[in-house]
């Protein structure tokens, strides 16, 4: 099984940290390429970013090698519905795999972040995937921190302060570190928490594993089959000869 974990953000340190986190729970046989965006920003925390990261997946996945299935890989899914449209596998996001991880394990789920930038738009993100009742809020560190891939380390505590008080005045029964440089962590401090904790690139790895083994077809009908040819104007050529139906 050959999975992709598409980074639609610039930092290549943090791609390495999910690939580190995903390897480290795949199945025997299962093999994690990865895919760093080309251009764009290191991380994405607003509406604004996470629109053109979208389109940037879209041309990553166009161009990527075969595989069975994709992860993308930032917490906000950026780009998630289209690439399920336009491709013929299964399509994952971090976001919608660590929040239906967690309302196995509990009625409600707090996300715990490192930027307070990422609000909005996680907020946002948790009401379109249709789960903001089983969502008891988001928490967000304040201030800068020297480096996004060692964020964790570096605010280790405070995450972990964010992550009680998520408990015990939003009543959150699952977290969620949530944020790609947080992947890694829950295993890291799960002994220290009083709740269950979710790893969104674990969540991911392990759904992606299990959308293969159903082998789903790709629909010919409803709201995600692959859309009619289109012709295009400027596009990356892979992501063109997609719409076009010439790929």
Known sequence: MRLLLLNPNTTRDVTELMRATGIAVA?????ILTATAPRGVPYIATRAEAQIGGAIALEMLAEAPPVDAAIIAAFGDPGLLGARELFDYPVVGLAEAAMLNACMLGRRFGLVTFARALLPWYEECVAAHGLAQ?????????????????????KEAQLLDLAHAMVEEDGADVLIFAGAPLSGLAARVRERLPVPAVDQVVAAVKLAEAL????????TAGTFRRPDPK???GLAPALAARIGHAG
């Open 231 to 233: 012709p295009s104007h």
């Open 27 to 31: 199945a025997p046989g299962t093999e």
């Open 212 to 219: 293969v083994a159903q082998r789903p077809r790709k629909a």
């Open 134 to 154: 089983r969502c008891a809020g988001v928490r967000a560190l304040e201030g800068r921190f020297a480096a996004l891939a060692g964020v964790q380390e570096e």
